[in-house]
């Protein structure tokens, strides 16, 4: 099993940043891809970004070039910097993280962005 925690979410105004951050533990030997998802009120989840162990990044079209993902292994951490936030940004950010071997997916427990002036 793994566990997520996400910490980083906030109330932010238009054209601002966030960072947010999320710790795996548990078996985390068997994680490949770490990513972040954002579900926003009566919308589907969505992919915001991924990436693997070694670096390699995928991103939705609505946030590239505004927001960055990157993963510290030493730390069993992703990141996800978000810049020039829009209003439509807003919503509950999960982290989430693929088993490599069995393909189960874990999920954190969420952190709430919004974007309001």
């Known amino acids: 099993q793994v566990q997520l925690v996400e910490s980083g979410g906030g109330l932010v105004q238009p054209g601002g940043s966030l960072r947010l951050a999320c710790t795996a533990s548990?078996?985390?030997?068997?994680?490949?891809?770490m990513g972040w998802y954002r579900q926003a009120p009566g919308k589907e989840r969505e992919l915001v970004a991924s990436?693997?162990?070694?670096?390699?990044?995928n991103y939705a079209d609505s946030v590239k070039g505004r927001f960055t993902i990157s993963r510290d292994n030493a730390k069993n951490s992703v990141y996800l910097q978000m810049n020039s936030l829009k209003p439509e940004d807003t919503g509950v950010y999960y982290c989430?993280?693929?088993?490599?071997?069995?393909?189960?997916?874990?999920w954190g427990q969420g952190t709430q962005v919004t974007v309001s002036s």
């Open positions: 548990g078996n985390i030997f068997s994680i490949n891809v």
């Open positions: 989430n993280a693929k088993n490599r071997v069995t393909d189960e997916i874990y």
């Open positions: 990436c693997t162990k070694i670096g390699s990044t």
